[in-house]
């Protein structure tokens, strides 16, 4: 398993600005996602980042939109910019141990953000 | 594209029951599907995980079983407790997870 951190772990922000969101992990990790999950609804995967290579966004998601860093094998971050409310979710990291998409997937806590 | 369905979306159960809940997915092609818990203001909990070529798999009071050809998973829960009250996702790996919407289980004293 691995122990994952979040922060923040809440945020009420403006319209129109952006927030970065941090992912620790407590060991090295090749393979990180990030998820939103909008009020209501279950998760989506928005982005594959994996240390070394450009983060991979699915179908709806852009890297202007949700830009996303991963400067080593513990740590990753995704920013939310030019937020509109319709951005409030609450945004979760997650890592696969071991590497290899056929191994268990952690998720840290999540940050619940709300834009006015 | 990969979309997984959950059955039934809310469920109300008095304790000691047990209980099944169903998961369908579209696209057999994946690596293996986890169920997790989710708990209000929380994050998800991994319960089991079932690689692609295994039909089942146990942890005390839960099993999961894995049907791939047919697209289908099932969650049983065993003598149900309060404490067993959560929302349980599915999840079908290809690269990342597709999601089902969950089940929203009350187990009532």
Not at chain 1, 42 to 66: C, M
Not at chain 1, 90 to 98: A, M, T
Not at chain 2, 26 to 35: E, F, K, M, P, V
């Amino acid at each position: 398993s691995a122990v994952i951190s979040q922060k923040p772990s809440r945020d009420i922000c403006q319209r129109g600005t952006s927030l970065t969101i941090q992912c620790q992990v407590d060991s090295q990790v090749t393979m990180m996602f990030w998820y939103r999950q909008q009020p209501g609804q279950s998760l989506t995967l928005i982005a594959t980042a994996n240390q070394g290579s450009e983060a991979t966004y699915e179908s709806g998601f852009v890297i202007d939109k949700f830009p996303i860093s991963r400067p080593n094998l513990t740590f990753s971050t995704l920013t939310v910019s030019n937020m509109s409310p319709e951005d409030s979710s609450i945004y979760l990291c997650s890592v696969v141990p071991g590497g290899g998409s056929y191994n268990e997937q952690f998720f840290g806590p999540g940050t619940r953000l709300t834009v006015l | 594209k990969q979309e997984v369905t959950q059955i039934p979306a809310a469920l109300s159960v008095p304790e000691g029951e047990n209980l099944v809940l169903n998961c369908s997915f579209t696209d057999s092609a994946i690596y293996n599907l986890q169920w997790f818990r989710q708990d209000p203001g929380k994050g998800l909990t991994s319960l089991l995980l079932i690689q692609s070529s295994q039909r089942e798999q146990t942890s005390g009071r839960l099993n999961a079983s894995l049907d791939k050809s047919s697209g289908r998973s099932t969650l049983y829960i065993a003598a149900s407790q309060p404490g067993d009250s959560a929302t349980y996702l599915c999840a079908a790996s290809l690269v990342g997870l597709v999601f089902g919407k969950g089940t929203k289980l009350t187990v009532n004293p």
